[in-house]
């Protein structure tokens, strides 16, 4: 019987579904931009003339190689998300790469993994590469407690050693210049230094001495090894450094150099950050170090013959950096352009003047790295590259050389500048830009896709119908003839010149002819099938995307935003108001101080718009956007803050008259996840707010792990199903419902559970509640038109499972014409079916089209990176035990436990999109059509099509045989009707 | 092309229809001089011209008209019988549209709808041209009885093929025939908010 059912179920998805793309469509109408995330650490592989890299690590736990030609990803290997794949260190000598908890050693040409190492348990704190005789041959890894060394060539462990009083010795450093020795450094924070060297060659403490330094507290950036093997330490209170020889067998004390004696004049708050470089793991670190004495401030040491010497004082000089070339180490230096400001308080004011405004920022972010010799502090000749910074942009925050000795020996050099906002430019000497990566992109939060406006054509001829026409309409008949007879001129122009550029590009080579998409030439297509990606990334910065290209059109950073900010994007204004401008708004909630602050900005350009948003002194708890408009067509959003009081936005007279009038029939809900409280509220008509219903789920039993309401833009087009004997099964189609999930507290795997509540967010009714036993998070839920679904572990079975929900008024219709949900006395009926999924999933979606006409799929966003285009006639809880004749009529297939994952549904195909977090769909102009972008990692655009492409002919239509035919027939009847007429005359003379 | 039988007698006619149908064979009971005109235009010409010229009749052509003194009582049932027939015509198709219906069937394909819209389509076409039918009744004394009858019958022809319409479910008699056109109810209330941001 099953054998059966599940060839009844096969044969239905053999003649319903195949959605596959075809060879010829991949890249059509899809793309994928693969992302890192911020770099952390960054090399230049340079030993070899013809594979130049760049190798980065960054804080997505990846390491990868890119193309220092074109920015382009050569490999990339991502590791587990999280604390657990986390990146400690990389060390880069040829080929090797350390990793926090494992050691990790990968081949930099194609990113294969040469070996891996476990370490011994224990926080991680420091490695380095060590060196013999001038080889690199082991790595050295400090932990809490112990020291290791590992082979370089296979990562075997050669020694480890465990550290002596490793509960009171902050152990931090571990050095070695290439001798036989290795030496730890570790610190009793206000009392004494400790340094212990062990031999290489097996590990033996050879000496173990403390030297008195009651002003240190940490080692890391204040102390470094420099020269030959002096240990310098800076420190703040005393305003000066402090040396000593590392290998000195006699105990000797620190030795103090007060900074005021080297003429170095200091700013107040002086927070020292020493830099040195270490060409070579097997030699000597360079007698040559920087010294960071202000944020803009900087000074080049030397140390000889056991003497400190200045070389040359930076400043203003945000970023230095060493590098290495050969024999050569030069030092690079990142300073403002316009040197006319001298005093230190005069930059630093100016500064964070410039950076608020943000208009005349150009001239002040123009930085210019000057390249100087490190062993004398003499200036390169030529060596100033001028880096125009981006004024919608961040501050550079770290600077990557790479410096490579020319054909006549002289040295030249390429630099990696990263920003605050995570993009990472790459600049070659002449100061022109070789690539740049917007690795923000890397961390969406959030987005929306808004429509492109229309042409200047179009506008022109629907301004005719808009403000024009009322200025004209004194002028009489006559001119509003002559206006129309003009437009329709113009448009006769477009479409010319239109024609005329087709014919032009259709003669060219098709590898020519390039559409070049500009902010300026932008224009809604014929279906609306081209949209404006706008995109909220983590770091605070926005960007626009086009999504038929996927290129960034603009992009703007939001200093100020803090790291863990809450974002909330809402389009109050879409193109269709012209002339007026579209209008998004984001809310940026601080999570620590509550306080939450609008970004009202045109999605089109980036541009910040002249709209004054209300400044919010209370924190905002929730946003809620009303399908009321202003006289300007601007949707009004309100936000509640944790007074109850709400705030509209605009609140011109027209919208808070409006507001009064409306506000008995406006309702709130607000959610409070830590007290298990959900709570309703309705507007009165002073903006504030009464409470109208709360519901208690207890938090010592189970958790609110998420809310989720209808989408607004959602249109569902029948409002019931027809059932095998044609009557109709009426949806309940409440807009005011809320699925919530609960999770228990209690993670035992007998007495977990999940719970579904659906409530009512108006009344506060609970509709439905269901519970899954045995089962866990996390959970993934969809919720649209009459249904839920969700997406569970079913902790018994040890399985994933979908469980689907689906409400139905019954056959009579309570209310055809309105609905409101307080009147409603009938609870409806509720139909609940589970099915076993083959795999965990990371996020799911629903199609959304413009009239919901088109059958709907969910999107499910596989931790595999395939997305995964999952009919919801699967999840249908009407599917029969047993197929009848009714069921069949009404095309159910019958019920089988087991849901396929079947590849043809793999919407990007082998695109896949790592690490996916959200995936957001957009109705386009097309019925059929429905945009998709995927986000995470990666971001993947692309179209399906759920119900097929009905409205459009496919891409393979023969148009030439078509037309051939009809031509040839209409030939052949005209050809005919003249033979006849002959043959006839013929007849009749006969 | 004129037909000279207008004027001219039966058997003229007979040749000048001849004259414009092509006939395999003709016979000339007027021995006219036709030989010497091959063209059967030019012959029918010249038919006219000789009939017009001298008084030459067929044979067993009269002048006066021969007065129709029987109007016998057979021709009269005839006439009613050919009427009954006529009034008839619809009933009598209506079993073998029964078997036809059943034969089709009640799956909806090309062949069962052309049979529904014959079905249909008849009756419907018979009702138009209703008042024609009845002014062939009209020399039946039962005309009335008749005209009733026809009527009948070709209601019961669209009757089935309505039936036959119903059960291949092609008549909007379900709800579900109306859902696309039940408009998405008004929303009273507007709702919003979320999880405590």
């Known amino acids: 019987m099953a054998n059966l059912r599940t060839c009844l ?4 998805l053999c003649c319903s579904l195949c959605d596959a793309v075809y060879e010829d469509q991949v890249g059509k109408f899809d793309w994928r931009q693969q992302y890192v995330g911020k770099v952390l650490f960054a090399h230049f592989e340079s030993h070899s003339q013809a594979s130049k890299k760049l190798i980065l690590a960054t804080d997505k736990n990846i390491v990868a190689s890119l193309n220092p030609r074109t920015g382009d990803l050569f490999w990339r290997q991502v590791d587990k998300a999280g604390p657990e794949g986390h990146i400690d260190t990389l060390l880069f000598h040829g080929q090797v790469t350390g990793n926090g908890r494992l050691l990790r050693s990968w081949e930099s040409s194609v990113g294969a993994l040469n070996w891996e190492m476990l370490l011994d348990p224990g926080s991680f704190l420091a490695a ?75 590990g033996e403490i050879t000496s173990q001495r403390s030297v008195d330094a009651p002003w240190l507290s940490s080692i890391q950036a204040r102390c470094t090894v420099v ?18 020889p590392l290998s000195s067998e006699e105990p000797v004390g620190l030795q103090q150099v007060p900074l005021q004696s080297l003429d170095l004049d200091l700013a107040l708050g002086f927070q020292p950050v020493l830099l040195t470089t270490q060409p070579n793991p097997a030699r000597p670190p360079l007698a040559q170090f920087f010294l960071q004495l202000g944020p803009d401030h900087h000074v080049l040491l030397q140390l000889s013959d056991g003497h400190l010497s200045p070389l040359r004082d930076f400043q203003p000089a945000f970023l230095v950096s060493f590098a290495t070339t050969g024999e050569k180490t030069v030092a690079a230096v990142l300073s403002p352009k316009n040197e006319t400001v001298s005093s230190k308080e005069g930059v630093k004011r100016s500064f964070s003047e410039q950076s608020n405004q943000g208009s005349l920022i150009t001239i002040l972010f123009e930085r210019k790295p000057d390249l100087y010799s490190a062993d004398s502090g003499r200036r390169l000749l030529d060596t100033t590259v001028t880096i125009h910074l981006d004024p919608n942009g961040g501050k550079p925050e770290k600077l990557y050389v790479h410096a490579f000795l020319k054909k006549d020996d002289s040295v030249g050099y390429r630099v990696l500048v990263q920003t605050e906002d995570h993009t990472i430019t790459f600049l070659q000497q002449p100061g ?68 005329w550029k087709l014919f032009y590009d259709a003669r060219k080579p098709r590898s020519q002819v390039k559409n ?21 990334t983590a770091s605070g910065k926005l960007f626009g995307i086009d999504s038929k290209s996927g290129m960034v059109l603009w992009k703007h950073y939001l200093r100020n935003v803090q790291p863990n900010a809450v974002f909330k994007l809402m389009v109050q204004r879409t193109t269709a108001h012209f002339p007026h401008p579209p209008q998004c708004t984001l809310l940026i909630k601080d999570k620590e101080t509550g306080l939450a602050a609008l970004h009202v900005f045109n999605p089109i350009f980036g541009k910040k718009s002249h709209v004054t948003p209300p400044t919010l002194s209370r924190p905002v708890l929730q946003s809620l956007l009303l399908p009321l408009m202003d006289q300007d067509y601007s949707k009004v959003l309100l936000l509640i803050d944790d007074e109850y009081k709400v705030t509209a936005f605009p609140s011109t007279k027209n919208v808070l008259q409006q507001l009064q009038e409306m506000a008995s029939a406006i309702y709130f809900f607000l959610v409070d996840a830590s007290q298990g409280k959900l709570s309703g509220f309705r507007l009165r008509k002073d903006l504030s707010t009464e409470l109208i219903w709360e519901v208690v789920i207890p938090p010592e039993v189970q958790k609110i792990v998420a809310v989720k309401g209808k989408r607004a833009n959602e249109h569902v087009h029948s409002q ?35 719970g579904v509540f659906l409530i009512d967010g108006v009344t506060g009714r609970i509709i439905h509640e269901a519970v899954q036993r045995k089962a866990r998070g996390p959970i993934h839920l969809v919720h649209s038109e009459n249904w839920v679904v969700y997406e569970y572990w079913n902790a018994k079975s040890r399985r994933n499972e979908f469980s689907v929900l689906e409400l139905f008024e019954g056959t009579e219709l309570y209310n055809s014409t309105v609905f409101s949900s307080l009147d409603r006395p009938h609870l409806p009926q509720v139909l609940q079916q589970s099915y076993i999924f083959p795999s965990s999933i990371s996020t799911m979606e629903a199609t959304l089209t413009e009239k919901g006409i088109t059958s709907r799929h969910l999107l499910v966003g596989l931790p595999s990176g395939a997305i995964l285009s999952l009919p919801k006639m699967f999840l249908d809880p009407r599917r029969p035990e047993m197929a009848t004749e009714q069921s069949r009529e009404e095309n159910l297939i019958p019920y089988a436990p087991e849901m396929p994952i079947r590849t043809e549904w793999f919407i990007n195909y082998n695109q896949s999109v790592t690490r996916v977090r959200g995936i957001y769909t957009a ?41 051939s035919v009809l031509f040839g027939l209409f030939f052949a009847t005209m050809i005919s009707k003249r033979l006849a007429q002959v043959k006839l005359l013929n007849r009749a003379w006969r | 092309m004129a037909s000279p039988g207008g004027h001219g007698g039966g058997a003229v006619s007979t ?23 091959p063209v059967p235009s030019c012959r029918s010409r010249g038919d006219r011209q000789s009939s017009q010229g001298d008084t030459l009749y067929p044979i067993g052509y009269s002048d006066k008209p021969v007065p129709d003194t029987s109007v016998q009582e057979a021709d009269r049932n005839l006439v009613e019988k050919r009427c009954w027939d006529v009034a008839l015509g619809p009933l009598k198709q209506i079993p073998m549209n029964l078997f036809i219906m059943y034969m089709s069937g009640n799956t909806i394909s090309i062949f069962p709808i052309m049979m529904v819209c014959m079905m249909a389509w008849r009756p419907i076409q018979a009702l138009m041209s209703l008042s024609a039918t009845f002014k062939l009744l009209e020399s039946s004394s039962q005309q009335w009885l008749q005209g009733i009858v026809y009527l009948i019958g070709n209601l019961l022809g669209s009757a089935l093929a309505i039936y036959k319409c119903q059960s291949m479910g092609l008549l909007p008699t379900h709800s579900s025939d109306w859902l696309a056109f039940i408009e998405p109810p008004q929303r009273m209330e507007i709702m919003g908010g979320g999880m405590v941001l």
């Open chain 1, 9 to 12: 179920a096969f044969l239905f």
């Open chain 1, 128 to 202: 380095v590469l060590v060196g013999t005789q001038d080889s690199v041959k082991f790595v050295a890894v400090l932990k809490k407690a112990t020291v290791s060394l590992h082979y370089l060539s296979n990562g075997h462990q050669k020694w480890t050693e465990t550290l002596p009083d490793s509960d009171t010795v902050h152990y931090q450093a571990v050095y070695s210049s290439g001798g036989s020795q290795l030496f730890v450094l570790g610190v009793v924070p206000h009392s004494h230094l400790s340094i212990i060297t062990f031999n290489i060659e097996d």
């Open chain 1, 227 to 244: 020269g030959q093997g002096v240990l310098i330490c800076a420190d703040a209170s005393t305003l000066s450094l402090y040396m000593l």
């Open chain 1, 432 to 499: 022109r830009i070789v690539w740049t990566r917007e690795e923000a992109l890397a961390d969406v939060v959030t987005m929306e896709m808004v429509d492109l406006p229309l042409t200047g054509t179009q506008a022109e001829l629907e301004g005719e119908f808009g403000k024009k026409a009322a200025g004209l309409a004194g002028y009489g008949l006559a001119a509003m003839v002559l206006k129309r007879l003009s437009s329709q001129l113009i448009l006769l122009q477009a479409w010319i010149a239109h024609l």
């Open chain 1, 516 to 536: 070049e998409v500009t902010i300026e030439t932008l224009a809604r297509d014929e279906f609306n099938l081209q949209k404006m990606m706008v995109m909220v």
């Open chain 1, 720 to 754: 019931g199903r027809v059932m095998g004997d044609r009557s109709v099964l009426y949806k309940y189609l409440n807009p005011n419902l809320l699925a919530v999930v609960t999770e228990s507290v209690d993670t035992h795997q007998e007495r977990s559970f999940v």
């Open chain 1, 923 to 963: 109705p386009s102009g097309l019925e059929s059509t429905c945009l998709v972008v995927a986000y995470g990692l990666d971001i993947f655009q692309t179209r399906v099509y759920p119900s097929k492409q009905f409205d459009v002919l496919k891409d393979d239509y023969d148009y030439v045989l078509i037309s």
């Open chain 2, 15 to 37: 040749r000048g229809g001849g004259g414009t149908r092509r006939m395999k064979w003709a016979l000339e009971l007027s021995l006219g001089n036709t030989r010497q005109f």
